[in-house]
């Protein structure tokens, strides 16, 4: 199977999704995504050994060679070959098992990370086989870093066809790549702390390190901090990561945010996250009178303004953050949401909403919105944005991938970017002009005219519709006559409906 090919990802997870036949999605996810991630280690590992062996005086088992390079140490019962070797065996199972608890103990970074569940007899070990057998066609190690990328791929298209099988629970893991995209893009995280406190599977991560190799920066120029309180996602991040080479610090296991901060004196150059949306059983009772509630104390019943708050306050004094939000955080009547809305609004740390379109999300088909907060709107290098918010209307982009979910082109994201990056002031943007129906920069004082909601529609205005120099009279006549046609097949229809029905004893 050639690694170059465009569709390569699709067809290996066409042939994957085959072998778990009658298997639920949410378990073989870690049959699969193990299975890779062995893969991948083992790979990297073999390329350097096969390397060290055409040195001289090089030793290939000596493990400091590896360690030096960031290569996991793998023990030769844990290497694919091996693997391989055993896949038609009843007992890979437990091969398997043996090699992720073998990878463990050699690498303090993965421990308690690997998932060991391969042996239960509920596992078909026919198809476990050809599973392996399958992965075996793929090359994926780590001699450079288009080997590297191949696997990161492959895991993150495995993550999104995860879960949009897994629907609603699919979300807690996976946030679409187009909306991590376009987050990233626009708060740009050069160089400095990044920090989601939500982090999912570590599609944020991901992004952001794609984001500095692609404009000729350095891996190491970002610092990769995180917390999730799913101890499953915890691990499936840790092994994203890993497998991506990024080094990150996810605390030593999985936490709850609100009630177990890991990163506790952290404050973040940039933040990206995509809360768990409308949460009610947060546990807010017992965090009445936490510091972080600097704008209020969030209701009880719903985790928005816990988030937006506890993203406020780890932010650096010039740090950008960007999140995700159900749309009801923009307009909500509750009383202490809107009481907290205000003051952030007053403290002028709301920087940019943008409101996009339904059906981008595995786990909602609901809108939702982006959240830009800046703790300074006016930095040496940008425009003075004091007292000043975007507002940008995406309802109307992006198209639908299939019957159900919608993505956003590159087209969309570059404006939506760029009409961002002017109102600030970057140099490369151009020049920024509000836009009819699109985008509105808009003062404080219009803000609280409108009583502190954020909804973009209410700012942006309704965009002009161009006329199609057809009269009046005759599109009136083109229409009501289109109508009536519709009519007629209506009632053609029912008339069918009715004698079926009629032919099968049901009378109306």
């Known amino acids: 199977m050639a690694t170059a090919n465009i569709g390569f990802e699709e067809k290996l997870w066409s042939l994957a999704d085959k072998l778990r036949g009658s298997m639920d999605a949410a378990e073989y996810k870690h049959v699969a995504l193990g299975l890779l991630f062995l893969k991948y280690v083992s790979d990297a590992f073999e390329e350097k050994f096969e390397a060290l062996k055409n040195e001289p005086y090089a030793d290939p088992e000596d493990r400091d060679e590896y360690i030096a390079e960031n290569i996991f140490w793998v023990p030769k019962e844990a290497r694919w070959s091996y693997i391989k070797d055993n896949a038609k065996k009843p007992g890979i199972g437990q091969i398997v098992d043996n090699a992720m608890i073998a990878i463990e103990k050699e690498n303090a970074s993965l421990k308690g990370v690997l998932p060991k569940d391969f042996a239960r007899p509920a596992l078909d070990k026919t198809r476990l086989g050809e599973v392996i057998d399958l992965f075996s066609t793929i090359k994926v190690g780590d001699t450079n870093s288009r080997a590297k990328d191949i696997l990161g791929r492959v895991y993150e298209y495995f993550l999104s ?206 809108p939702v919105s982006l959240w830009f907060i800046a703790k300074n709107k006016a930095p040496k290098d940008l425009r003075d944005r004091r007292g000043e918010t975007l507002f940008i209307d995406a309802r109307k982009m992006g198209f639908m991938v299939d019957r159900t979910h919608r993505e956003l082109s590159e087209e969309d994201i570059r404006k939506i970017t760029d009409t961002y990056h002017a109102w600030r002031g970057q140099s490369k943007a151009g020049y920024y002009g509000d836009v009819l129906g699109f985008n509105k920069a808009v003062n404080l004082s219009e803000i609280k005219g409108h009583e502190y909601i954020l909804t973009p529609g209410r700012y942006v205005g309704i965009e002009d519709v161009e006329e199609d120099g057809e009269p009046f009279e005759e599109k009136m006549e083109r229409l009501t006559s289109e109508l009536a046609e519709q009519f007629l097949k209506s009632r053609q229809l029912e008339e069918t409906i009715m004698k079926q029905l009629g032919g099968i004893g049901f009378e109306f």
């Open 161 to 366: 066809k995860f879960a949009s099988a897994e629907g609603k629970n699919g979300g807690e893991f996976y946030t679409p790549n187009s909306v991590v995209k376009l987050l990233v893009e626009m708060i740009q995280p050069y160089k400095g702390r990044v920090y989601d406190p939500c982090c999912g599977s570590g599609g944020m991560f991901v992004q952001s390190e794609k984001f500095v190799e692609e404009h000729q920066g350095k891996v190491g120029d970002i610092a990769v901090y995180g917390q999730e309180s799913n101890p499953t996602t915890w691990r499936l991040c840790k092994m994203n990561l890993a497998i991506r080479g990024i080094d990150s610090n996810l605390g030593e296991s999985h936490a709850d945010t609100f009630h177990n901060d890991l990163h506790k004196n952290l404050k973040a150059d940039y933040i990206l996250a995509n809360p768990p949306f409308n949460i009610s059983d947060w546990g807010g009772e017992r965090l009445v009178d936490d510091i972080r509630w600097s704008y209020g104390v969030p209701p009880m019943g719903n985790a928005n303004y816990a988030w937006i708050q506890h993203i406020v306050n780890k932010l650096a004094p010039s740090g950008i953050a960007g999140f995700v939000l159900a749309n009801g955080s923009m307009s909500t009547s509750n009383v202490a949401e809107r009481e907290i809305r205000r003051k952030l609004v007053d403290a002028d740390l709301v920087d940019c909403i943008v409101t996009l379109p339904g059906q981008l999300f595995y786990s909602t088909q609901i």
